[in-house]
């Protein structure tokens, strides 16, 4: 009966460590600060001029006290932009001017950014400007291109027919349509195809019942050329060149 009865107790003492012991550690780590980068996100593309930073901050006060005395999980972001985020203990996490910036907000907009590759990082620090331990630290790269110009554009459906057979726009331009369709109870869309064949597609709006208006917003193809679009639901009748240049 004693061995039965030791057995009992062993379990239950393994129970105990398993419930007064591994959760506090498991807490304790996950209070550890850390930062996020959440926009943009890493390998994108933004237009050329100001690029913002946005970050989210867990388990961490932000706060205006810098130089002041060092409060746990208390201090501020170090926003960086194409240098080494400066790690080392006790060391003031600065780098050189022009490519830092000490903020309490949970966003920074660079200004005058040009066209290339461009890395981007933030990190937690103390009111001292020193890393925290572990470092808390965020980085993505992202390819900044020239800015896209934009077009508007205002098509009309009505009598099961476009208001136009052609439309030209810039190569690569930012498109805003105004897709206005009249025709009561018909459905109607505006979508791109790289040609009549309809293989490859480029930009499909949304299918709305009239009356109905719409906007579609699309970036136009970066290469020039005449490209092919379309109502989806009446493809043979309704469609035109949309030109490239």
């Not at 009111?127 to 980085?139: G, I, K, W």
């Not at 349509?177 to 459905?187: C, L, Y």
Request: net charge negative; aromatic share 8%.
């Amino acid at each position: 009966m004693s061995r039965p009865f030791g057995c009992k107790i062993m379990i239950m003492s393994m129970l105990l460590v398993v419930l007064f012991i591994i959760p506090p550690a498991l807490s304790e780590e996950a209070e550890i600060p850390e930062i996020a980068i959440t926009d943009p996100p890493g390998d994108f593309e933004v237009a050329a001029g100001n690029v913002t930073i946005s970050v989210e901050v867990m388990n961490f006060s932000l706060a205006d006290k810098f130089g002041q005395e060092n409060v746990a999980k208390e201090g501020h972001i170090h926003y960086y932009m194409d240098t080494p985020v400066p790690t080392e203990p006790g060391k003031p996490a600065i780098s050189a001017p022009g490519t830092y910036l000490p903020s309490v907000e949970i966003a920074h907009t660079w200004q005058n950014v040009t066209p290339g590759q461009h890395n981007f990082s933030v990190q937690l620090v103390n009111n001292d400007h020193t890393p925290l331990d572990p470092p808390a630290v965020s980085s993505v790269n992202v390819t900044v291109v020239n800015a896209s110009e934009e077009v508007v554009v205002d098509l009309i459906a009505r009598g099961v027919a476009f208001n136009t057979k052609s439309i030209t726009v810039p190569a690569g331009a930012r498109i805003t349509m105004n897709f206005d369709n009249q025709d009561s109870g018909i459905r109607h869309n505006f979508a791109l195809y790289d040609s009549a064949a309809a293989k490859r597609v480029i930009f499909k709006g949304d299918i709305i019942t009239g009356p109905r208006t719409i906007v579609y917003t699309f970036q136009a193809p970066e290469e020039p050329g005449v490209y092919f679009f379309r109502c989806d639901p009446h493809a043979q009748i309704m469609n035109g060149q949309f030109v490239v240049r």
